[in-house]
Nanobody, 114 residues
Framework: QVQFVESGGGLVYPGGSLRLSCARS????????MAWYRQVPGKQRESVAT???????VYAESVRGRFTISIDNSNNSVYLQMNSLEPEDTAVYYC????????WGYGTQVTVSS
């Protein structure tokens, strides 16, 4: 069974930066690559950034120009560099495939607050 383990979240001031990491174990197929998602309590989980195995990235409009997704196929890892963070970026961040598997990891909490 595929598993995802996210790390790197924390509390930062507005304008700060964080780098999220995700380690995948197990194999997946029939997907377009990997993605980062986020969820705020009471709202649906949303896609933040997607990336193909060849490194083609697509971003949600709300994070374009501030976030950068990258992938390391050699160790089944995906990363999310988040710069110029805003309070609206506060959420639990998850990685998963694109489209997502039914299994989700625990995620990592990102809180942007002064």
């Amino acid at each position: 069974q595929v598993q995802f383990v996210e790390s790197g979240g924390g509390l930062v001031y507005p304008g700060g930066s964080l780098r999220l990491s995700c380690a995948r174990s197990g194999s997946i197929s029939g997907t377009y690559g990997m993605a980062w998602y986020r969820q705020v309590p009471g709202k649906q989980r949303e896609s933040v950034a997607t990336i193909t195995e060849r490194g083609r990235a697509v971003y949600a409009e709300s994070v374009r120009g501030r976030f950068t997704i990258s992938i390391d196929n050699s160790n089944n890892s995906v990363y999310l560099q988040m710069n110029s963070l805003e309070p609206e970026d506060t959420a639990v961040y998850y990685c998963n495939s694109n489209p997502p598997q039914s299994y989700w990891g625990y995620g990592t909490q990102v809180t942007v607050s002064s």
